[in-house]
């Protein structure tokens, strides 16, 4: 196993940045997990700038440690972790970007790779489902996020970033028995929005029954609904609170805390997870980094999900 730089010995803020000062895939002979940026950000329909998210969040994350007590795992120990680099994306033509990232994805993934990718706006989440479903058939979904993203188009267009999990159940690449998205808040363009996504089977944990009901009781309620199915984790950064995550590109107010999203996501613990994004940070609106922390902090998460299951 090859681990990341010492940074006892090698000053952590020395050098070119990958994610948690891991190798680059091409320095391994192979990866059970790596972690992918998607610079892509030619979906959004307000702020711009998480093209920018994947350096970002690799900078952000020079501080994270080998052991992690959360989980009491040292994943880089466990299963072989790399820095997969970023997919050379077409910012001029979403339709090519969403094949360029999907055939990206299935390649590694088709070597016995899992996935933690770094977005990108929320666009990326499509062609990445589409990818484990190649593999797994429908996936559940557990989707954190401010917004629904089960908007029909913008402007007449089917691929954006408010749009990618209507598509997805389109597709048939969920499992419709469990689908759910967790921080949901904000203002609506109607009612509608909500019978829209129920229609197309969410189940929604908003972000007042989070706050209301704790983090213990809304982990087994997702847990229950997701059972051994194979599992994808879609993490878009703006279901926490604008305090904890000033830079992205649509804020809404009555966020999750940091604690929270990660408190949840390590209750994730011994599910079938076969995936997972971290998206739409844009960095050039945060403030000491705490945004690209926080993603740095909850894709460490996720990759130790994943040490965990591949460890096995
Ligand atoms: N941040 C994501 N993924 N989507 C937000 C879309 C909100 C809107 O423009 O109405
Ligand atoms: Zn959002
Ligand atoms: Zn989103």
Do not use: C
């Amino acid at each position: 196993m090859i681990g990341p730089v010492d940074s006892s010995k090698i000053p952590r803020y020395a050098g070119p940045a990958t994610f948690a000062r891991l190798p680059r895939l091409d320095q391994v002979a192979h990866a059970d997990v790596a972690v992918v940026g998607v610079p892509f950000d030619t979906g959004v329909s307000y702020r711009p700038g998480a093209r920018f998210a994947p350096s970002a969040v690799r900078e952000a994350s020079r501080l994270l440690r080998p052991y992690n007590p959360g989980l009491d795992v040292s994943p880089f120990e466990r299963v072989q972790v790399a820095d997969g680099g970023d997919i050379a994306v077409n910012p001029f033509h979403i339709g090519e970007a969403i094949e360029t990232i999907e055939q990206a994805a299935a390649d590694l993934q088709a070597e016995g790779t899992k996935l933690v990718t770094i977005g990108g706006d929320h666009t990326i989440a499509l062609p990445l489902l589409r990818a484990v479903s190649r593999i797994h058939g429908p996936v559940a979904l557990l989707h954190f996020d401010a917004h629904l993203d089960t908007w029909d188009t913008y402007f007449g267009e089917p691929y954006t970033h408010g749009t990618p999990f209507r598509r997805a159940v389109e597709d048939g690449i969920l499992d419709t028995e469990a689908i759910s998205h967790v921080g949901t808040r904000g203002p609506l363009y109607g009612k509608k929005d909500l019978e829209d996504d129920r229609r197309l089977g969410f189940g929604i944990v908003t972000s007042s029954d989070v706050m209301r009901r704790g983090v213990d009781e809304t982990v087994d309620a997702l847990r229950q609904r997701i059972g051994s199915r194979p599992l994808y984790v879609s993490i878009d950064i703006d279901v926490l609170d604008p305090a904890h995550a000033p830079g992205t590109g649509t804020p809404e107010a009555g966020g999750m805390t940091s604690r929270e999203l990660l408190e949840i996501v390590r209750g994730l613990r011994g599910l079938n997870l076969v995936g997972a994004d971290v998206v739409e940070v844009a960095p050039a609106y945060d403030h000491a980094d705490i945004t690209s922390v926080a993603a740095s902090h909850v894709a460490y998460d996720l990759v130790s999900l994943l040490a965990l299951k591949e460890g096995q």
